[in-house]
C-alpha cells in the first residue's frame, strides 16, 4: 500500500492512499495513525481531535479520580 506524502512536519504526517481516496494521519509522539480512511484532509483532522478530545476526558477522569485517592489518604494521616 502506496501512500503520497500531503502534509509533514516533525510530529505529524498527513498521508494519502495511492489509487484511493483515503487518507492517513500519523502522529510521531504516539507512534500511531490517529486518523485511517478519511475521505478528505479535513476529515481526518476532525477525527485526530475527537481522537485527542476522547484521550483527555478520559485521563482528566483517572486524574480526578487519583487526586481523591490522594486527598483521602492524606486526610488519614491528618
Known amino acids: ?10 510530529t505529524l504526517s498527513l498521508t494519502k ?9 500519523y502522529d510521531k509522539i504516539r507512534g500511531q495513525n490517529i486518523a ?6 479535513q ?7 475527537t481522537n485527542y478530545q476522547k484521550r483527555l476526558s478520559e ?5 480526578d479520580s487519583l487526586q481523591s485517592k490522594v486527598d483521602s489518604f492524606i486526610e488519614t494521616l491528618s
Open 43 to 49: 476529515e481526518a483532522f476532525i477525527m485526530a481531535l
Open 1 to 10: 500500500m502506496a501512500h503520497i506524502t500531503i502534509f509533514k512536519n516533525e
Open 17 to 25: 492512499e495511492a489509487n484511493k481516496e483515503d487518507y492517513w494521519l
Open 59 to 63: 485521563v482528566t477522569k483517572e486524574l
Open 36 to 41: 485511517m480512511r478519511a475521505k478528505t484532509e
